[in-house]
């Protein structure tokens, strides 16, 4: 292997900046630099929020995005509502059952962000006034005709949308009921998520009714609480199998773990820097987080492979000399080939989109 040599300014620069680089002084300098650049970094990963917000699905002069500000200032805080399905409801002729039922609402109304049960739509208070108000008795084997007498009467038909009957004995399969909210922080996912956990730790305590939830975002809102653990797993996954490849090519522990080290150095910063730049975790983030890692791999990984194949070479017995080696053959070609990246892309934050900011950030903390 022989010695790649420059000239001229060019090699006297590299040259000064190994025999820099060898100094004690400026170990410990850039090791107290690393430090601070590690907690930074795992500062803005503990301080890290999941987010799903409608507008980074849009350019920022959509005409789309006046719509969402205005479901998230007049719409959600003033009227957000849960819809309950009972798909056991069983006899309603019992009152017993009818009681667990109304029980079960009151819950759900007695939570702080609820309207009010006036807001509600639950046929079982109707049903109540009509069985007193006809004096019908309550026999359990007459329960279905009583109920198909209920949603046939004029001023109850209505609730006969809210119900299902079966076609062949008019027993009451199954039937839903719609709860309102209100809250000035509503808009938010977060907040959304866990009222969404309280409706449904109400349902848990009614097994017995098959009691379902429904919320138009519960899909979204999941997701939130997977999102954080979601990135970190994929992020750990992606590591091991860099590591994998490294160690099968390079066969040396020591390269093993500096590899890992640097990307898992490059991975944390791009993650907590982002975050307190403003981008919070989401699809887009986390998609380019995973990818950032495979980028990060590629300079760390050529480098100390050219490094450590320098140690069969007798020419390049000193660090100083390995290390001019290293640079002059592919940290320059490699830092070319970073500023160009960080041209390319740079031009995505002409895009006023949420997506090419997410992905320039991260492109210029990873190059």
């Known amino acids: 292997m022989s010695m790649i040599t420059a000239s001229g300014k060019t090699a006297r620069w590299v040259e000064n900046y190994c025999v820099w680089l060898s100094k004690p002084l400026t170990n410990c300098s850039l090791l107290i630099i690393l430090l601070a650049y590690w907690c930074v970094s795992v500062y803005g990963i503990l301080n890290v929020k999941p987010d799903l917000a409608d507008n980074k699905f849009f350019l920022k002069d959509s005409s789309l995005l006046e719509a969402i500000t205005y ?21 309603m002729g019992d009152k017993l059952r009818r009681n667990q039922l109304e029980k ?6 007695s939570l702080p962000e609820c ?3 006036q807001f509600s739509r639950f046929w079982i208070r109707d049903y109540e006034k009509f069985i007193q108000a006809s004096e019908m008795d309550e026999d359990d084997e007459q329960a279905s005709d009583q109920l198909k007498m209920f949603v046939d009467w004029p001023e109850y038909s209505y609730w006969g949308g809210f119900m299902r009957f079966d076609n062949d004995t008019g027993e009451l399969v199954s039937f839903f009921s719609t709860v309102a ?11 959304r998520t866990a009222l969404l956990n309280q409706w449904r730790a109400i349902a848990d305590n009614y097994s017995e009714f098959s009691v379902t939830i429904y919320e138009d975002e519960a899909p979204d809102l999941d997701a ?8 970190f797993k994929n992020s750990f996954i992606t590591l091991l199998c860099m590591a994998l490849v490294v160690l099968v090519f390079m066969a040396s522990i020591s390269s093993l773990l500096i590899t890992l080290i640097s990307v898992t150095s490059i991975c944390s910063g791009v993650f907590g820097l982002v975050s307190l730049w403003g981008i919070d975790i989401d699809a887009f ?3 380019a987080l995973v990818i950032s890692i495979g980028l990060s791999v590629d300079f760390p990984a050529h480098v100390i492979y050219h490094y450590y194949r320098t140690e069969d070479s007798k020419s390049l017995s000193t660090f100083k000399h390995r290390m001019q080696y290293t640079i002059s053959s592919i940290g320059f070609p490699l830092f070319q080939c970073s500023g160009s990246s960080v041209l390319f892309v740079g031009c995505l934050l002409f895009i006023p989109c949420y997506l090419s900011e997410v992905r320039s950030y ?3 903390l990873h190059y």
């Not at 479901?71 to 006899?91: A, D, H, M, W």
């Not at 079960?104 to 109304?109: N, Q």
């Not at 909210?181 to 907040?191: C, I, K, M, N």
């Open 71 to 91: 479901r998230e200032q007049y719409i959600l805080p003033k009227y957000t509502s849960v819809t309950i399905f009972v798909s056991e409801p069983g006899n």
């Open 285 to 287: 983030s986390m998609t």
């Open 115 to 117: 309207n009010g049960a």
């Open 104 to 109: 079960m609402m009151s819950e759900f109304e």
């Open 362 to 364: 991260q492109g210029f």
């Open 181 to 191: 909210y209100h809250g000035e922080d509503l808009w938010q996912p977060t907040r």
């Open 224 to 231: 939130l609480d997977t999102l954080v653990t979601s990135t």
